[in-house]
């Protein structure tokens, strides 16, 4: 039985180095850049009209209230460039619509007399408050200046890093590809069919549907998933499936303990796989099993205890999806915990808790009861992970430990509840 400091290292020792590619816009959500993007373009690509109003010239200085203009013209937004604007007259102006040159300031429509009209339209109007220069309006690369760099390589392209990637009329970026993984659940006990009435003996299989969803916010590809049951013939067949998918990365969970039907290391050795490590000094999924096949695909053997999978997933196989995607070492928070937790001594423990602010506004950790690794409910409260480390059998309250995210890719977040 290894350290997890141990296998860590060898885990990275193992993964292959990230790889990349372009791909149309549209495509990218959620990928990882792999290089910077530089902007083609200012944004606002024009000076425009920040609301509705009448656009005038105050050329450095304020152009006070009861001053009496004549409307040279209209701009809606989506019209083509204007004729020059006079210095002595206004515009009829739309919210986003491209300013006259010459004209630099609007005041609101609601601080305009409309003195005279035509079929509608405003040809002289007084202020009825006075105007400061540039009020109102949003300059030309006010908010990105053309050849800035807006996203730097390794950024998350998320829905805010999208809409400003679409804003400025970016056709393609080059982003990580993403890891391609496959998933295998064993077990004669487990039933995939949520409308089948389960038999005597028989469990819901829940660790593959999360397994996949926790990959792909992990930032992987799942090429295949599948079912079998505690046999070495089916098993070689859904990983030959898999392989088939193109997966560079196979997780199966069940079947990696000393049990008679735990066959999965002898079904791997028998196909020519290196087993690295099988067993570490963790709780829970101390049985975690770690392999090269002969084709070189990573194998992961995870144990089938659910929460036990979920600490599989979380510290040792997205660590290599993050070497895979090109990110740098994952940053960790270091919180006081709110009480004290006992702990497996000589064992680095994985505890599922929940981050809250204290009415002090001081974040603080605590680590929630049933920990056992059949329980789930317990996951509805988290919303972090404790690590525990060290010889000792207790951590005390107010002790500094080390809390992580849900997924690597997701920082800690609070409720506003849990912000009061």
Known sequence: ????????????????????????????????????????????????AAMDGFALCANGQPVVAGSVLQVQGWQAAGDTAAADGDSAQAWEIMT???????????VPVEQVEVLEAVEGRPTRVRLQATVKPGQHVRLRGQDVEQGETVLAAGALLDVNAMTLLHALGVASVQVQQQPQVAV?????????????????????????????SRLRAAGADVVWNGVVSDDVAAFDAALDAALGAGAQVVLSTGAVSQGR??????????????????????????????ARLADGTLYFGLPGNPISAAVGLRFFVEPVLRKMLGLAEEKVLQLPLQADVRKPPGLRFHARARVQADASGQLRVSVLAGQESFRLKTMLRANAWVVLEGEGDLATAGSLVRVQGWGHREPVQLSPLEMS
């Not at 067993?279 to 770690?290: C, D, M, N, S, Y």
């Open 261 to 290: 039907y735990d066959f999965i290391p002898d079904a791997l050795r028998a196909r020519g796989a290196e087993i690295i490590f099988h067993k570490v000094a963790i709780r829970p999924g101390k049985p975690l099993l770690f």
């Open 1 to 48: 039985m290894i350290s997890y400091a141990q296998a860590l290292q060898q885990l990275l020792a193992a993964a292959p180095a990230a790889r990349s590619e372009q791909v149309a816009i549209v495509a990218a959500a959620d990928r990882i850049l792999a290089a910077p993007v530089n902007s083609a373009q200012d944004l606002p690509p024009f000076d425009n």
């Open 184 to 212: 295998i659940s064993t077990g004669k006990e487990l039933v995939s069919d949520a409308t089948a009435e389960l038999q005597s003996g028989q469990i819901r299989d829940s660790n593959r549907p999360f397994l996949v």
């Open 96 to 106: 986003g619509a491209r300013m006259p040159s010459g004209l630099d300031s609007v």
